[in-house]
């Protein structure tokens, strides 16, 4: 008998979507399949980020993808997701990549730009000539941003910003940073020239996840700017996090791919290796675990799914997308951990993917909001107790001494 379901949709996935939205996917599917999936295993064996493989990304339109005009693609939202999910089968540090140009440095320039800022950064970012990054962690202000204790100082039409930045994705090579930081008015954001004199990033290593990519501390040591280079529509906490609702939304989409390799690779090895003169997926253990794989992976692509029609239609609320990013990485990273119980010892080596998948998930659940952060944006929208003190800003104050 053959097999009736080879991938893992099981449920017609695809006449939910449009023939633009197959189409997409298809395009960025292929691209991973032939540039990212025969060099990644060596990147991360050697914690390399392939910067060969910015200029050709921008050619096919991944950054800034769901944005309009600037030279940008202007995909939907689910457009957009689904690219994601195919850039995240490849690697989290892929999608990672085009997460922080896209939705956390041209999404900010975007919303919150003035109209020169627009026009001087995004075209050139959308073809991947302009690389940012986006740093509003810190090294005692994570989960709580509202901590945060970089200072933006102003003198008449200068300013001068002061303070240290952790866990910023591709600082060291970026050309410039969205730098959130505390004012007399509350928080804004800055663009700085990462060539500005007292701007330093320093990549963080060695690490056990996200190793084909790149994460810096950055300090700013009186770092001089003028008020064109603050975004004048961002005032307070409320515009980063705006920013965070569009990386979170690609996380919850990308994630799927991650699973999906995983199964995929867990599938194919089963029904080849044989033990006990059968094919491993011929036992019953076998065959529920690759069956709770299934069923989780097609809810989380529905999830997935109906997050980006709510999103296109302009419907959507950040407590929903914390549901799509909370579900889906807990779902991948579960998944990923159970491929790799399937290939044995074998499942150890870099030769197979749900390893490197899983690892890099324990990153994923802890950036753009760990699970517990999500869990409580969760428990608050359903019971209306915040479990954590909001309005930090307000209460600690944002005074510039
Ligand atoms: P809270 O009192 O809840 O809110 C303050 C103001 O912000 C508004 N707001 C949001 N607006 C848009 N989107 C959201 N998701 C929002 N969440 C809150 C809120 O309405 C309020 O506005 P207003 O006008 O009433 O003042 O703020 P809080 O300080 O109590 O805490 C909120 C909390 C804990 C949920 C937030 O701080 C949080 O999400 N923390 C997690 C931090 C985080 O996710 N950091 C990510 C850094 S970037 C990163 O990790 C990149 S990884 C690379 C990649 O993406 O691949
Ligand atoms: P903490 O906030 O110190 O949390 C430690 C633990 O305590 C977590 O388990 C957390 O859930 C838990 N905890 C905290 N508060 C509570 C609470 N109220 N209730 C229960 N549990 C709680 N940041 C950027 O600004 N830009 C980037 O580009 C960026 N990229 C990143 C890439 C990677 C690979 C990583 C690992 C991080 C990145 N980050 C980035 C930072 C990331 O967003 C933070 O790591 C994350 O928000 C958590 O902050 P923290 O690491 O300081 O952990």
């Not at 990644?40 to 914690?47: A, D, K, Q, S």
Request: proline share 4%; aromatic share 8%; charged share 25%.
């Amino acid at each position: 008998m053959a097999i009736k379901f080879k991938g893992v949709d099981f449920i017609e996935f695809d006449t939910l979507l449009t023939d633009d939205e197959r189409l997409v996917r298809d395009n960025t599917r292929k691209f991973i399949e032939e540039n990212i999936v025969p060099i990644i295993e060596l990147c991360n064996r050697e914690g390399r980020f392939p910067k060969e493989l910015i200029a050709p990304m921008g050619e096919l339109g991944f950054y800034g993808a769901s944005l309009e005009g600037y030279g940008c693609a202007g995909m939907s939202a689910v457009e957009y997701g689904l690219m994601t999910q195919e850039l995240e089968r490849g690697d989290s540090g892929v999608r990672s990549f085009v997460s922080v140009q896209s939705g956390l440095c041209m999404y900010p320039i975007y919303a919150f730009g003035s109209e020169e800022q627009k026009e001087k950064y995004l075209p050139k970012m959308a073809k991947g000539e302009i690389l940012g990054c986006f740093g509003l962690t810190e090294p005692d202000a994570g989960s709580d941003p509202a901590g945060m204790q970089t200072i933006a100082r102003r003198d008449g039409e200068q300013w001068t910003i002061s303070g240290t930045k952790r866990w910023i994705g591709l600082a060291s090579i970026a050309d410039i940073a969205v730098i959130w930081a505390k004012t007399d008015e509350g928080v804004r954001g800055f663009l700085v020239p990462t060539s500005a004199p007292g701007f330093t990033a320093t990549p963080i290593q060695p690490k056990l996840a996200m190793r084909a990519s790149i994460q810096c501390e950055i300090h700013l040591d009186n770092v001089r700017l003028t008020e064109a280079d603050r975004l004048p529509l961002a005032t307070g906490l409320t515009a980063p996090l705006t920013c965070l609702d569009e990386a979170r939304y690609g996380i919850l989409w990308g994630v799927v791919g991650a699973a999906r390799d995983s199964y995929q690779v867990a599938l194919d090895y089963t029904l080849n290796r044989h033990q006990f003169n059968r094919p491993i997926a011929s036992f019953q253990i076998a065959q529920q675990k690759l069956v709770n794989m299934v069923l989780e992976i097609n809810k989380g692509l529905l999830v997935a799914l109906h997050t980006g029609r709510l999103k296109d239609a302009g419907m959507l609320r950040p407590e929903q997308i914390s549901f799509g990013k909370l579900n889906n990485v807990r779902m991948a990273i579960d998944i990923a951990r159970e491929a790799r119980t399937m290939l044995g010892g074998n499942g150890i080596t870099l030769d197979y993917s749900p390893m490197r998948h899983a690892n890099n998930l324990e990153a994923v659940r802890t950036y753009e909001g760990t699970d517990e952060i999500h869990t409580l944006i969760i428990g608050r929208a359903i019971t209306d107790l915040p479990a954590f003190e909001s309005g930090t800003v307000a209460r600690r104050g944002c005074q510039v001494t």
